[in-house]
């Protein structure tokens, strides 16, 4: 399966019409025909921010995309949580948070090279281990 994993940027700017990198967003979520795969923890996180930035019509919105298939929310292993506590630990310098951990740990897990971020601090400098580096898009 070819997917594109989803952190959290990508989707709240192509929600967010005044977000500088807007449309460079919404272009690739809506042109891709990838399967959009969003982390568990980056939903969690995009409704966060989706309320207090642009309020729970954003957010719903959203939701309803997922429950119709736009979307698949992937919820994190054991293994993916183990994983978060390495990438957290060998990159404390960073202040990876768990939410990026996840989406780190998800590349790995189904083996895809290709993350949908605006992160390019923490996702150009930690060093997968299933590919030399991640091609950060948009």
């Known amino acids: 399966m070819m997917a594109l994993i989803c952190d959290t940027g990508p989707l709240l700017a192509a929600l967010d019409a005044a977000d500088p990198d807007h449309a460079a967003c919404a272009e690739l979520l809506g042109a891709t025909s990838e399967n959009l795969v969003v982390p568990a923890l980056v939903l969690a996180e995009l409704d966060y921010w989706c309320q207090r930035r642009l309020g729970a019509h954003a957010w719903l919105s959203f939701l309803d995309d997922v429950i119709e298939g736009a979307y698949r929310p992937e919820p994190p292993t054991p293994g993916d949580l183990v994983r978060c506590r390495e990438l957290q630990t ?32 923490h996702f150009a400098t930690v060093r997968p281990k299933h590919t030399e580096a991640l091609t950060l898009l948009p």
């Open 90 to 121: 060998t990159y404390s310098d960073l202040r990876i948070g768990v939410v990026d951990a996840s989406v780190l740990a998800l590349t790995e897990r189904f083996g895809e090279s290709k993350v949908a971020t605006l992160d390019h601090r």
